[in-house]
């Protein structure tokens, strides 16, 4: 029997998560054990509390943008060791021998495991990870800093990555993945407008203080036709928005998990090669590039830190588009 530990559970779909105690788990062959320091709040912990993905681990422990230590190692781990600080993101397993895991694209395998999702996360004071889906993290970041790049950073980058070489990008939605992205763009010499429900100035200031040249509600028109869109916000009236904004043979990418439906739209703001996409989940190859490429940045992300115990608290703050950057869990 292991000792307990303290977390954080959905016994069912739109109900407040329970504070639990849980036996601390034990490491199965190639599992490593992690003492949880941080764990950021993602919009898509979220609709799995809403209930709005489907078919949760029943009782599930949520949270996939984990930093902390690993204390136990089990058979066959070696790329991690006792005292090391790691990284847990969503792409918790995969099975190696799909099509899309030998073609490069394990993000679409159809057997993949995603953490706080099909497995226990990280709110709690431990968690059990497969050591192939961790990542050591930059020194230059602490726990807290580190935690949001793990899913906000990650889908967030592989979201500008399919944007193409545009100059003028549009985000929409300026929560967590953008705060971080419109840095990322920044440094690539892109000019970043950014789009927010209108009428919140606040998020406005915000991303202008991150380098947007431009800020202001998503009911308003860009000043300029742009290169693409990145759309982070759950609100399928923004794709015919974002298409409306975007320059001929330009790209909106949607880089949720959910979203609501999509209003029907006039063939014309989609014709002229513009390219309506999605982005789900990420492959580990994503995290190493983004890993390596934040502190050059360097990224800097804004957090707001709250007790495991409040975890109600920073989904409904999140729900309520109150946070400014990124929730963090501390245990
Ligand atoms: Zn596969
Ligand atoms: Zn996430």
Redesign the pocket.
């Given at each position: 029997m292991g000792s307990p530990m303290r977390a954080m559970v959905l016994d069912q779909p739109r109900q407040k998560l329970r504070p639990a105690k849980l036996e601390r788990p034990s490491p199965l062959p190639g599992q490593v054990i992690i003492r949880v320091h941080a764990c950021a709040v993602?919009?898509?912990d979220l609709h799995v509390v809403d209930g709005e993905l489907p078919d949760p681990k029943p009782h599930l422990v949520p949270g996939?943008?984990i930093v902390g230590t690993v204390v136990e190692i089990g058979p066959g781990v070696d790329r991690f060791r006792i005292g090391e600080r790691v990284g847990v993101p969503?792409l918790g397993w995969t099975c190696g021998v799909c099509d899309y895991c030998r073609s490069g694209r394990e993000n679409l395998c159809p057997n993949a495991r995603f953490t706080g999702y099909q497995i226990d996360g990280g709110y709690a004071e431990f968690t059990a990870a497969d050591q192939r889906y961790c990542f050591a993290l930059p020194d230059s970041y602490d726990d807290v800093a580190a935690a949001p790049l793990l899913?906000?950073g990650l889908?967030g980058y592989r979201a500008l990555s399919m944007a193409g070489e545009g100059q003028l990008l549009g985000i929409y939605g300026f929560g967590a993945a953008a705060h971080i992205i419109a840095q990322v763009a920044r440094h690539q010499g892109r000019r970043v407008f950014a789009f927010t429900r209108p009428g919140d100035d606040k998020a406005q200031r915000f991303a202008e203080t991150l380098g947007a040249v431009w800020a202001g509600g998503s009911d308003v028109p860009a000043p300029e036709p742009l290169d693409a869109a990145l759309i982070f916000a759950p609100v399928g009236a923004l794709v015919p928005a974002a298409l409306r904004n975007t320059a001929k043979g330009g790209t909106v990418v949607c880089a949720g998990i959910h979203m609501s439906d999509i209003p029907a739209f006039p063939y014309r703001i989609l014709w002229e090669e513009r390219v309506l996409r999605s982005v789900a989940n990420l492959t580990r190859r994503d995290a190493e590039a983004f890993l390596a490429l934040a502190p050059q940045v360097p990224v800097r992300t804004h957090t707001e830190t709250f007790p495991l115990a409040a975890a109600n608290d920073a989904l409904d703050r999140l729900r309520a588009g109150k946070l400014e950057g990124a929730a963090v869990l501390v245990p």
């Open positions: 993602c919009r898509t996939h943008e969503w899913c906000a889908i």
